[in-house]
Structures are given as C-alpha cells and as structure tokens.
C-alpha cells in the first residue's frame, strides 16, 4: 500500500473496531490506489481518500414486530448513507442473521465504486438487518418489513436514497415495504424503491440483471481470448437470487452448469442443472438444496464440503462474502479453471485473490461483475422518472452494453496506470476517479 494511504488505513482500523469486513473491504480498494496518489496529489490535498472512509451518515435502529405466536422479537435495522456525490444513495437491504454494522460498511462501501464504474448517476449506500426471513411465515415477514419501513421510510426517497434487495431481500419484501411507504407517506412514490414487481412500478430485467450482467462480464472476458462459453463447464455457489439468473445465462449461451449450492451443502449434476426443478424448491417452495437432489436421481449432495471442489473451467461464487478461501483458490487452478468471476460481494478472500493471481487464474472483482444489477436498478429510476415501461429486450440490450462498457473501462484504466490486465486495479481506480472528481468539484461537504 502506498504510504500516504497506510496512515489513512490505520485510522479507519482505530475508528472502526471489529468491523473485519469494512476493513477488508478498504485495504483492498486502498491497495490499488497507489498509481493515483502518486498521478493525482489533489485528490489528497482534499482529503478525499479519508472523506471517502467515512460515511456521511450511518442509521441503526430497533424494529419491533410480532410473530405468529404473538411474542415480541426485536431487531436491529440499518442504513449506512456512505457517499452522495455522484446521486442519491444507492444499494440494497440484506436480511440476514449475520447483518452487524461492519457488513452494512463494508457492502456500502463497495457499492460507491461499482455505481461509479456503471457511468450512472447513483451514490452509493447500503442498509439491512440481523432478521432472518428462513422459516418465517408471509405474514411475519410482512410485519418485519413494516416495522422496519416505519423508520426507514424518513431517511430515504427518490432524490435522497434509493434501497433495493440484497441477500433475504427480494420481490415479496419489497412489496411489503414499499407497500408501508406508500401507506406513511400517501405517495406512490415509485422511484424511492428498485426491484419492484411488473405490474406496480418494477423494471424488465431487474430480477435477473446481477446474474445475467455477472455472465455478460464473463462473456466479454472470453470474447478477449476469442473464446466463447460453448461448451464450458462452470460451477455457481448459492442458489439465491443471482446464482439462478447466472445458471439460466450460461445456459442460454452454451455452458454447462454442474454444481451450485446452499448455506447447508452443494449439488453436482453432470447432466447440467435443472433450473426449473432449482427455481421450484428454491424459490416457491423456499426448501433447502436437499430437496433437489432428492429428486434428481443422477445428482449428488455433498454436506459440508466445498463447493469449489467440483472441477470447472469458470466459477462464479453467487453467494456471500469469503466463501472462497485461498484452499479453495488452489483447489480451482489446479484443477484447471481459468476464470474466477465474484457474482456476489466480496466472496473470495484476499489470500484467495493472491492465490489465483500466482496461479495465473483471471479474476474477476464483484464491484465490476456484478454491477448489472445496480445498473438495472438506475434503469429502473429512468423508468419511473419518465412513467416509462421498456421491453425485456431493450432492457437486456442496454444491460449488456453497460457490462461491455464496465469491462471496456476496467481494461483500460489497468493500461493507462500500469497493471495491464488487473480487473481489479482498473475497477477500483476508474470507480474511484470519477467519484473523486465529483467530491472535488463539490468542495469540502
Ligand atoms: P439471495 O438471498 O437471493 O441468495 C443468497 C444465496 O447465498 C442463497 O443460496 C444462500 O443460501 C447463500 N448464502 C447466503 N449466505 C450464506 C452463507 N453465509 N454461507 C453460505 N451460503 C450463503 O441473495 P442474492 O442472490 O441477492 O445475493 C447473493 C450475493 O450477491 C450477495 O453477496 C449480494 O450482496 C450480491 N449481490 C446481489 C445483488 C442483487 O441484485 N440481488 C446485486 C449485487 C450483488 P441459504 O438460502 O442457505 O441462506
């Protein structure tokens, strides 16, 4: 790390105790940042890398509710408004037993970058919960979310911060909590929200834009090589929301699909995943990956493994932060991938980073693989902005040029300061740049 920016790395250690995930999350945005420094000393003249450190505002607070034995449970919500110089705040709710401030920062912090890097007017933002919508019922997940609206809902808005879905948080919570909004306020405020259903403000591709934006990116990767994904075989983790949006777009494009998984274990189905089968135990029935395999006389479930085991040329890890350790990372390249692209937040850890790099596996960072989804949520703003609905189609066609055109500007930043080929590099420095910029041009607020 460059010097300057270790004094600036310890002071973000001392004020932010045992918040692990935040300071991995800034060590490796401040590890690429050296070439900048040393380009651009206006930017540390401003204090922009630590203004860039520390939210503008941070929200926790306690969520009653009753569930359907009518006890009490509290939780406790978030919203960290982390950086508004490019637009209002934006990025998503994750409910999740393991939600804690450090998670809300570390994702929040992300998020500034990758919506810098999508070109698209959107700061950056992120919130959540400790609640754990598994085994809940609708109705207590609908009180959930209504509890939880009835404080978020004076902290967001359409010019202030946008929320949209995260791990636990899809379709059905943003009904209920966009539901309660438009009860507090007496506004159908469309655009406060993203990821909202067809008929009631939502986006053409929305659900499937993180999934789909991860394989464009994976796409454009290949199309560098002059390769393609016919053919390939890939292994995805998770079976959430972007794992089975990735699945169907391999697929789509040619790929083979024979692993993905769960928090309780993998499958393995060499004849490729059965997506409608997934979909159906996952998202209609919301059972565990078990019940695939339980059906699936030729696939195999492994308990307790890992899944990044199984050999593959591509892997996609869709699930959640450092679920791709450096054991892992050796397992993959020795077993011949080439390719590892991050569809969730942070999952492989900085070993593994190190690892594949070694192993001359490319990698591929979630900030830029991921971004579709933020980028479809932008859209969806458009959308709402205009009382606009546009097609599937033209909705994909306009995801897949902003992947091209994320990937375009990755490739290009790594030239232009000296790591040719790192992702990373070229993801971090072109999101920090015009983020910077504007932190400049609006002086010191
Ligand atoms: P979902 O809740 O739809 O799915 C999450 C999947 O990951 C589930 O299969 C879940 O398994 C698994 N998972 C979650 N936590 C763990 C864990 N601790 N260990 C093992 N498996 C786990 O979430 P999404 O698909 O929306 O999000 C996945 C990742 O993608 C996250 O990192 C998220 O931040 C990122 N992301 C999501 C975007 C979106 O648009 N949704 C946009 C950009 C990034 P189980 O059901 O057993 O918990």
Not at 226 to 234: A, F, H, N, P, W
Not at 350 to 368: M, Q, R, S, W, Y
Request: aromatic share 8%.
């Amino acid at each position: 790390m460059d010097e300057k920016l270790v004094d600036i790395y310890d002071e973000v250690l001392q004020r932010n105790p045992g918040e692990q995930e935040f300071h991995q999350a800034v060590q490796e945005v401040l590890n690429s940042l050296g070439p900048v420094v040393a380009k651009h000393p206006q930017y540390a003249d401003a204090a922009v890398f630590r203004r860039l450190c520390e939210p503008e505002r941070q929200i926790i607070f306690r969520v009653p509710w009753v569930d359907d034995e009518g006890q009490v449970q509290i939780n406790r919500g978030f919203r960290v408004e982390f950086n508004s110089a490019l637009g209002p705040y934006k990025g998503g709710l994750r409910f999740h037993p393991s939600v804690y401030l450090g998670i809300v920062k570390f994702l929040g912090f992300e998020q500034i970058f990758k919506n810098s890097l999508t070109g698209m007017p959107i700061g950056g933002g992120k919130g959540g919960s400790d609640f754990d919508p598994k085994g809940r019922s609708d109705g207590e997940v609908m009180r959930f979310c209504q509890s939880f609206m009835t404080e978020l809902y004076r902290h967001i808005g359409e010019y202030t911060d946008v929320p949209a879905g995260d791990i636990g948080v899809g379709g059905r919570e943003i009904g209920y909590l966009f539901g309660q909004y438009k009860r507090i306020t007496n506004r159908y405020e469309s655009g406060v929200l993203t990821g909202k259903g067809l008929s009631w403000g939502g986006s053409q591709v929305r659900t499937e834009a993180t999934g789909y934006g991860t394989v464009f990116f994976v796409e454009e990767i290949l199309r560098d090589r002059k390769d393609s994904l016919d053919g390939k075989r890939v292994v995805v983790s998770g079976s959430g929301n972007v794992a089975v949006y990735a699945i169907q777009k391999v697929q789509q494009l040619g790929g083979t699909v024979v692993a993905c998984s769960d928090s309780s274990g993998y499958v393995v189905d060499e004849a490729g995943i059965d997506l409608a089968l997934l979909r159906d135990v996952k998202e209609v029935r919301r059972a565990r990956i078990s019940a695939y395999a339980e059906e699936r006389p030729d696939a195999r479930l492994v308990e307790g493994g890992s899944v990044w085991d199984v050999p593959c040329d591509i892997a996609l890890p869709c699930a959640t932060q450092n679920e791709l350790n450096g054991k892992d990372a050796a397992t993959l390249a020795r077993n011949g991938c080439t390719i590892v692209a991050e569809g969730a937040n942070m999952p492989c850890t900085p070993e593994a980073v190190d690892v594949l790099a070694e192993a001359g596996v490319t990698f591929a960072p979630g900030k830029a693989v991921n971004a579709g989804g933020v980028a479809t949520s932008a859209l969806e703003m458009q959308q709402n902005a205009s009382r606009d609905s546009w097609t599937f189609q033209h909705t994909e066609d306009r995801l897949a040029e902003i992947m091209r055109g994320i990937h375009e500007r990755c490739l290009t930043t790594a030239d232009e300061y000296g790591s040719p080929g790192d992702y990373s590099a070229g993801a971090n420095i072109s999101g920090f740049i015009r983020v910077a910029d504007a932190m400049l041009a609006l002086g010191v607020v």
